[in-house]
């Protein structure tokens, strides 16, 4: 059994709670590969909140930072806008994932799964 220390818990369980919170208000719009994309983003900023929930302050930076763009939305001109994209949120889960050096959270389409290898050299681990 893990014991977490006291200081880490709460940040670790209000983002966790803000990524299911968003992922079953979503459920009820999104259906088929949408959705199944919104569930494996879910998954693994879960295992990155909880991976990091001891890390430095900048990783921990970066995965909250990946959590907020997952569950926030945009406002323009007084309007609330549709929750922003599935994919670019996959895109910044990935940036922040690889940037940690967990390549086994990378979160694909289902189309992208059999050409995971290519899409991202070992030896490519910082993105600009």
């Given amino acids: 059994m893990t014991v977490e220390e006291p200081g880490f818990a709460p940040a670790t369980d209000v983002l966790i709670r803000k990524v299911d919170s968003h ?14 994309l919104a569930e494996r983003l879910a998954r693994s900023l879960r295992e990155l909140v909880v991976s990091t929930a001891q890390a430095s302050a900048a990783d921990r930076g970066q995965v909250r930072a990946a959590v907020h763009y997952f569950v926030l939305r945009r406002e323009s001109r007084g309007n609330l806008l ?9 895109r910044v889960v990935n940036k922040v994932v690889v940037q940690l050096g967990r390549p086994d959270l990378l979160v694909e389409t289902r189309r992208d799964r059999p050409s995971r290898e290519a899409a991202v050299p070992a030896g490519d681990v910082a993105l600009r």
């Fill in 23 to 36: 992922l079953a208000a979503v459920r009820g719009s999104l259906r088929g590969p949408e959705l199944e």
């Fill in 82 to 90: 549709s929750v922003r994209s599935l994919a670019a949120a996959q």
